[in-house]
T-cell receptor, first 112, second 113 residues
Framework: SQTIHQWPATLVQPVGSPLSLECTVE??????LYWYRQAAGRGLQLLFY??????ISSEVPQNLSASRPQDRQFILSSKKLLLSDSGFYLC???????????FGPGTRLLVL | GEDVEQSLFLSVREGDSSVINCTYT??????LYWYKQEPGAGLQLLTY?????DMKQDQRLTVLLNKKDKHLSLRIADTQTGDSAIYFC?????????????FGIGTKLQVIP
């Protein structure tokens, strides 16, 4: 069966520091991968999606970047965090040809 | 454009039925989903319905889709305290070979014992 992992689960970082959040998927090949952010009291905002290794599309201009160095690995990064980057970051995957996305457990990021 | 709207809060007594409503704007939606998010956790897919269906039932869950009014509802029968969570409605649209999913803001369901 397929599983999706995210780490760390919680992160507290100072403003201006770098960020690296990791997401890995097991039990599937060549999935579509997604990064979402859920800010307090708001819905989910799609940040990035990837249809393959090295292929990243961005939905909104922002302080963050994403990379997909391996088929089942998706990384969310920032060189310098802003206060507004605080939120709950969710990774999701979708099997090609299947219309459903499955979510990881999330990473809660607090930028102080 | 795509927009999914939900009420923010619903409170029900244990054992009663809960009905969570959602409206969407894009008539080209292919699938509509309900996800459940418990505190501090990711989103769990509860159920989904294809856009050419009117109803789907899965144990205590019933999804009703009114395409004419672009209205989706989730009914939870015999609501339990474990059903307390935030419920997200979402619509899926195919755009240029890419599936875009738009989520509502989420409805917080509070179940009173």
């Amino acid at each position: 069966s397929q599983t999706i992992h995210q780490w760390p689960a919680t992160l507290v970082q100072p403003v201006g520091s770098p960020l690296s959040l990791e997401c890995t998927v097991e039990g599937t090949s060549n999935p579509n991968l997604y990064w979402y952010r859920q800010a307090a009291g708001r819905g989910l905002q799609l940040l990035f999606y990837s249809v393959g290794i090295g292929q990243i599309s961005s939905e909104v201009p922002q302080n963050l970047s994403a990379s997909r160095p391996q088929d089942r690995q998706f990384i969310l990064s920032s060189k310098k965090l802003l206060l507004s980057d605080s939120g709950f970051y969710l990774c999701a995957w979708r099997e090609r040809g299947v219309e459903t996305q499955y979510f990881g457990p999330g990473t809660r990021l607090l930028v102080l | 454009g795509e927009d999914v709207e939900q009420s923010l809060f619903l409170s029900v007594r244990e054992g009663d039925s809960s009905v969570i409503n959602c409206t969407y704007t894009d008539s080209s939606s292919t699938y509509l989903y309900w996800y459940k998010q418990e505190p501090g956790a990711g989103l769990q897919l509860l159920t989904y319905i294809f856009s050419n269906m009117d109803m789907k039932q899965d144990q205590r869950l019933t999804v009703l889709l009114n395409k004419k009014d672009k209205h989706l509802s989730l009914r939870i029968a015999d609501t339990q305290t474990g059903d307390s969570a935030i419920y997200f409605c979402a619509e899926s649209i195919q755009s240029g070979g890419y599936q875009k999913v738009t989520f509502g803001i989420g409805t917080k369901l509070q179940v009173i014992p």
